[in-house]
Every structure is written in structure tokens, then in C-alpha cells.
């Protein structure tokens, strides 16, 4: 890899990290939730995360002492991790793998958690197959997602859309709902009884600003595919129009967020 591209991997990194992180009471409640879901009976449990990005659901599990098998296939996201659970890395290991491909033997782990990942991969059956594969027979699947709603968030997304689309490409919506009820129905086609619940209500501030950022830095799944050119294009007329339409990009905006968790037991 090139040193500019992997310069610019870890700026997006770090832009993630500071942009989607939760707040402190909220990891919190997420990683109880996950904690109880995990029955190890007797044993220390094991979990692995699959697109374990820059650790916002392992970190607070792992400063509870869960062993952490960390994977992802982005070592810019696996540096970032590393540098932030610097000091509790030793029950850690960092896997830099592929989640359809995963390096661990059959039934070693006791929880796999995957968190805004399925969307991201066309061939998700295959890393579910291997997320199956390595699950010791009590283990469970435990994938995670959040909902989110602000307004000038959506209008932003939006007009981003618009001004990508007067570029001649089209960008495809609702792949992550579309995807996850994809999942379950492979998993109850397998037997399986996925059981979804809501975890946490929330409410964090954001600016426009952030908001620009997060889609210049293309944080969003759905900006992933657009050329670097229409891409760049967009953004430039869409802070011009935020600015006109918005005034002060610095003044915040009320967000309402919520997590989910579905899990899925083997037995
Ligand atoms: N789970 C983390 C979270 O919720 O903050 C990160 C979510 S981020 C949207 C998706 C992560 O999955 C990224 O870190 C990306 O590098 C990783 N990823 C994407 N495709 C992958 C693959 N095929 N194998 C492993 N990791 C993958």
C-alpha cells in the first residue's frame, strides 16, 4: 500500500473514531447487555468481534476483562484500536483478517458480536457461515446496529444524494435494514431464533459540521462506492449549500439515538 493511501486510511480512522463514538453511559449499557447475553457456563468467556473498527463495542468489555479476539481487515481501524486499549491489551488479540476468511479453529469462541458490518460485505452468507463455524455449540451471535434521527442530518444526506446523482451516480438506500432482515432469515432458515431488543435511548448534540465531516470522510456505508472525483465535487457544493441553507455550520443540532441487539443462540 502507498504511503499517502495508508495516511489517508488512518485520517479516516480517526475521523470514525471521534465522529461515531458513543458516550461513556451508553458503551456502558451496551457492553451489560452484551455481557449477559454471553453464558459461558463455568468457563472464562471468549468473545470475537468481526469489523471491530476502532473499538467502541470491545473497549468497554475488554476494561471488564473479556478475552477480546479483535478482527478486521483494515489495519488503519486495527492501529487506532490499538493505540486506544493500550494498557488493557492482555487479553487481546488483534486478528487483521478477513471476517469471510476467519483464522480460529471450529467451536473456540463463545460470543461473536458483529456490529454495522453485514451491510458491508455483497457475500455476507460466507462470514456468517464462519461466524457459525466458530461458535462453540452454547455460543451466541450478537450483532448490533443503531437508529438514528436529526433532521438537518437528513437534509444534509439528502442533498448529497442529489448534487452525487447530478453526477450520474446513483447511490442505493436502505441497504442496512434490507440486509439485516436478510441475516435473519438465513438464521431462522437454519432453526435459529434471533431475538431482537432495544438497548439504550439517546439523545447527543452534533454540529453541521460534524455532519459534513462524516460524509466527506465517507463514514457512511452508502458513500462508499462513488468515484473520488463526483464525490469531491459534491461535498464542495454541498458545504456551499449547507452554509446558505444552514448559516452557522457550528451550531448544534439534537440527535436521537437508539441500539439494538438481536441475538442468536445455538442452543
Ligand atoms: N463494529 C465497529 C463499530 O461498530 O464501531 C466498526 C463498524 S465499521 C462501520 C465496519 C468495520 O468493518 C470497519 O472497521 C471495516 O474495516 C470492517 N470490515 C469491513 N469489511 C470487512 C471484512 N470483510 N472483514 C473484516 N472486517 C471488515
Redesign the pocket.
Same mark, same amino acid.
Not at 468481534?49 to 470491545?58: K, M, N, Q, W
Not at 478482527?71 to 483494515?74: A, V
Given at each position: 500500500m502507498g504511503e499517502e493511501m495508508a495516511s489517508a486510511l488512518l485520517r479516516a480512522?480517526y475521523a470514525?473514531d471521534r465522529l461515531?463514538a458513543y458516550p461513556p453511559e451508553v458503551a456502558g449499557r451496551i457492553a451489560t447487555a452484551i455481557g449477559h447475553a454471553v453464558a459461558a457456563r463455568g468457563e472464562e468467556p471468549v468473545l470475537l468481534? *468481526? #469489523? &471491530?473498527?476502532?473499538?467502541?463495542?470491545?473497549l468497554p468489555l475488554i476494561a471488564r476483562g473479556y478475552r477480546y479476539l479483535a478482527?478486521?481487515?483494515?489495519p488503519?481501524?486495527?492501529e487506532v484500536f490499538q493505540k486506544k486499549a493500550a494498557g488493557v491489551m492482555r487479553k487481546v488479540r488483534l486478528l487483521l483478517?478477513?471476517?469471510?476468511e476467519i483464522p480460529l479453529p471450529d467451536e473456540s469462541v463463545h460470543g461473536v458480536?458483529? &456490529?454495522? *458490518?453485514w451491510?458491508?460485505?455483497p457475500d455476507w452468507p460466507k462470514?456468517l457461515a464462519e461466524a457459525l463455524r466458530v461458535l462453540k455449540p452454547s455460543g451466541v451471535l450478537l450483532e #448490533?446496529w443503531e437508529r438514528v434521527e436529526a433532521e438537518p442530518e437528513c437534509r444534509l444526506q439528502e442533498r448529497w444524494r442529489e448534487l452525487v446523482a447530478e453526477e450520474g451516480v446513483s447511490v442505493e438506500r436502505g441497504l442496512h435494514g434490507r440486509r439485516r432482515a436478510e441475516v435473519e432469515e438465513a438464521l431462522r432458515r437454519l432453526g435459529l431464533r434471533p431475538r431482537t431488543r432495544e438497548v439504550v435511548a439517546w439523545r447527543e448534540e452534533r454540529t453541521p459540521r460534524e455532519a459534513l465531516e462524516a460524509l466527506a470522510y465517507r463514514?457512511y456505508?452508502f458513500t462508499k462506492g462513488v468515484p473520488e472525483e463526483a464525490h469531491a465535487r459534491a461535498m464542495e457544493r454541498l458545504w456551499a449549500w449547507a452554509e446558505a441553507e444552514l448559516g452557522d455550520l457550528d451550531r448544534p443540532f439534537s440527535v436521537e439515538k437508539r441500539f439494538f441487539l438481536r441475538s442468536t443462540r445455538l442452543s
Open positions: 480512522a470514525y461515531r468481534e *468481526l #469489523g &471491530v473498527g476502532t473499538g467502541r463495542i470491545a478482527l478486521d481487515c483494515d488503519a481501524m486495527l483478517a478477513d471476517a469471510r458480536i458483529a &456490529v454495522h *458490518l451491510h458491508l460485505l462470514a #448490533g463514514l456505508s
